[in-house]
């Protein structure tokens, strides 16, 4: 998403997480698989990881078949 990539230039991690959040939110949208993964990924990097394992566990429960389950999975297996 365009919008997300220019606050994070912009050192705004938060209005990028937002903007992601929204694609998520759009009935039969577009990228949400990416939108989820994206902004769990921002979330970790701004030191929140529970906000992030919820779209981790979002993306995997509502796009099974998306390219990024194998990775959110392995973001929620507990540290060993």
């Known amino acids: 998403n365009k919008l997300s990539s220019i606050y994070i230039k912009k050192g705004d991690p938060q209005k990028a997480i937002d903007s992601l959040d929204n694609i998520t939110k759009l009935k039969g949208g577009f990228l949400q698989d990416f939108a989820y ?44």
């Open 37 to 80: 993964m994206q902004s769990a990924l921002l979330l970790e990097t701004i030191g929140k990881p529970d906000d992030a394992k919820l779209r981790y566990k979002n993306l995997t429960d509502k796009h099974p078949n998306s390219p990024f389950v194998f990775l959110a999975k392995k973001k929620l297996e507990p540290n060993k």
